[in-house]
């Protein structure tokens, strides 16, 4: 199987050849996916436009799509949330308790249903104690005699954290989003450009691992990244060991392509978009040349009164490849800098305890490459809660070579526009507003859409089949192309509403008797007016 066009690459897949047979499945996936989203973007599209135009929007196209359409409503709520946002405080309980060995900080974890059944307002739907009485009962509470508490619990576990993979399509687009502010497309361009001269690999992947069979080629590949500018990326390659064999290196892991890296092809002659995505590249693989990050964690519980704190602590006995590359540290709300020894049973005592306040924050608005992000981790999206867990693993909605031209057409047609400060962050238009409005949960949630996406990842493993996917798209879109009949659009401005049907809007018409105005819901709707001073009568006698 060929993973990509470099010439080690090709040499081994002619050195061994598959059976064409094996890749059938994936053909009527592939077959599966284009043919479900012309059926739905072909007959939607037309059914949810001639809806509009009925409603008075008579120059309004409305594209629907199987992934554009959740994709834009992603944006529309995001919207809608930072236009009702209220800053709201929460707060925070840390408790000081002394042992023999000295004095540590644990923070308070509420009891939710406890809580909840005191007063049902004071926990928010994130399990944040939100009522300042709350806080003052439990500060009473903690303050009363005894003082007397115990290690309930206490778990010492030695953790390693591997270095981050290498990139897919999508990983990098996030990346270069964050930290260069390039779009999607810009990304993917500059990826194509470095592949098509040779010097990453095929750039459309969604994978993030890599063949064993192109280990050989990690000295001559680090060899060449030492031509550098980049400190960060010279440090790395100066203090790789091309023995070290990292997770990526797994081929059960790999389907049609591997991992975006760097080819044995020396760095040439790029722009600086160019340059700074290969650098992104670089310092992803040559990170997999480096030791893991290791440390010793130990975690505390302590009951007190019948309620729990925590505390944990983290102590570093390798830093491995954190020593060459910066990634951000996930920091819990328990953690502290150092805890005393102490076994399991011990007993504390309750010092003092400190209320600490903050304020929720509105939503971010998505940026082009949160968005791409948005699309692959869309089990955090779906409206279903029981479906989550079940999605998490799902690669997302669309493709790796599609993401980035589904938000670019989103903007070519004025769904949405980019703003103009440093994020770009990307707003909906009006046009979004009243197509995601008028839509059935159905096409705006991306719960069907994401099922579906996991139905055609199963099929390319061999699990269904191309007729039984198609006759399901086939039904949905014939009960959504039935819904459209009856689809409710905000009237525009200019326009006089149907007072029967209140779906359709009056429209001049030329009859027999002369001009008069008609439901453009008609024949479903037939109610008209005369005509007066180029308006519908709507006082005068009924037609």
């Known amino acids: 199987m060929l993973n990509a066009l470099d010439r080690a690459?090709?040499?081994?897949?002619?050195?061994?050849?598959?059976?064409?047979?094996?890749?059938?499945?994936?053909?009527?996936?592939?077959?599966?996916?284009?043919?479900?989203?012309?059926?739905?973007?072909?007959?939607?599209?037309?059914?949810?436009?001639l809806a509009a135009q009925r409603s008075g929007y008579q120059k309004l196209v409305l594209p629907i799509g199987r992934v554009k359409t959740p994709t834009l409503a992603l944006v529309v709520r995001r919207e809608r949330e930072i236009q009702n946002f209220k800053p709201k405080d929460f707060y925070k309980i840390y408790a000081q308790f002394q042992h023999a060995n000295g004095i540590f900080t644990?923070?308070?974890?509420?009891?939710?249903?406890?809580?909840?059944?005191?007063?049902?307002?004071?926990?928010?739907?994130?399990g944040r104690l939100v009522n300042k009485k709350a806080v003052q009962y439990f500060l009473k509470k903690f303050s009363a005699e005894p003082h007397d508490a115990i290690i309930s619990d206490l778990v010492s576990a030695k953790r390693k954290e591997s270095p981050p993979l290498p990139f897919s399509l999508s990983s990098l687009q996030i990346a270069a989003g964050k930290k260069f502010g390039y779009t999607p497309q810009q990304v993917l361009e500059a990826a194509q450009s470095l592949y098509e001269k040779k010097f990453t690999t095929y750039p459309r992947s969604d994978c993030q691992y890599l063949p064993l069979n192109q280990f050989s080629n990690a000295p001559k590949i680090l060899a060449h990244l030492t031509n550098t500018n980049d400190e960060i990326l010279k440090k790395l390659v100066d203090n790789a060991d091309a023995q070290i064999k990292s997770r990526a290196w797994n081929n059960s892991k790999i389907s049609a392509h591997h991992a975006i890296i760097p080819t044995v092809k020396p760095l040439g002659n790029v722009t600086q978009i160019e340059l700074n995505v290969y650098n992104l590249i670089a310092k992803n693989y040559a990170v997999q040349f480096h030791q893991l990050h290791l440390y010793d964690e130990c975690t505390v519980t302590v009951d007190y009164k019948d309620e729990i704190f925590s505390a944990r602590s983290k102590m570093i006995t390798q830093n491995g490849w954190r020593d060459f590359y910066v990634m951000p540290k996930t920091v819990s709300d328990d953690e502290v800098e150092n805890l005393p020894k102490m076994s399991k049973g011990d007993k504390v005592t309750y010092k003092?305890?400190?209320?600490?306040?903050?304020?929720?924050?509105?939503?971010?608005?998505?940026?082009?490459?949160?968005?791409v992000q948005g699309m692959k981790e869309i089990h955090k999206f779906v409206k279903n809660p029981e479906l989550r867990a079940k999605l998490k693993d799902v690669y997302g909605i669309g493709t790796e070579a599609t993401r980035a031209a589904i938000i670019d057409d989103l903007i070519t047609r004025k769904f949405l526009i980019l703003s103009r400060d440093k994020k770009k962050s990307l707003q909906p238009t009006e046009k979004a507003f009243l197509l995601i409005d008028a839509l059935p949960d159905a096409l705006t949630y991306p719960d069907e859409t994401a099922i579906w996406e996991d139905k055609l990842y199963l099929m390319s493993d061999g699990q269904g089949t191309l007729e039984d996917f198609l006759s399901g798209q086939a039904k949905f879109t014939e009960e959504l192309c039935a819904d459209a009949v009856n689809a409710k659009f905000k009237v525009p401005e200019d326009s006089?509403?149907?007072?029967?049907?209140?779906?359709?809007?009056?429209?001049?018409?030329?009859?027999?008797?002369?001009?008069?105005?008609?439901?453009s819901k008609y024949p479903a709707c037939t109610m008209t007016f005369n005509d007066k001073n180029g308006k519908p009568d709507f006082d005068g006698k009924k037609i």
């Not at 059944?117 to 004071?122: G, K, Q, V």
């Open 106 to 126: 644990a923070i308070w974890k509420p009891n939710e249903d406890f809580i909840k059944s005191i007063n049902p307002t004071a926990i928010d739907s994130e």
């Open 352 to 371: 003092n305890a400190e209320v600490k306040i903050f304020t929720t924050q509105k939503p971010a608005r998505f940026t082009a490459s949160t968005l």
């Open 9 to 49: 690459s090709i040499v081994y897949a002619n050195e061994h050849l598959d059976d064409n047979a094996n890749f059938f499945n994936l053909k009527q996936s592939a077959l599966a996916r284009s043919r479900a989203d012309w059926l739905i973007g072909m007959n939607l599209s037309r059914a949810y436009t």
């Open 496 to 519: 006089f509403q149907c007072p029967r049907c209140k779906l359709g809007v009056m429209v001049k018409r030329n009859g027999k008797n002369g001009i008069f105005w008609g439901c």
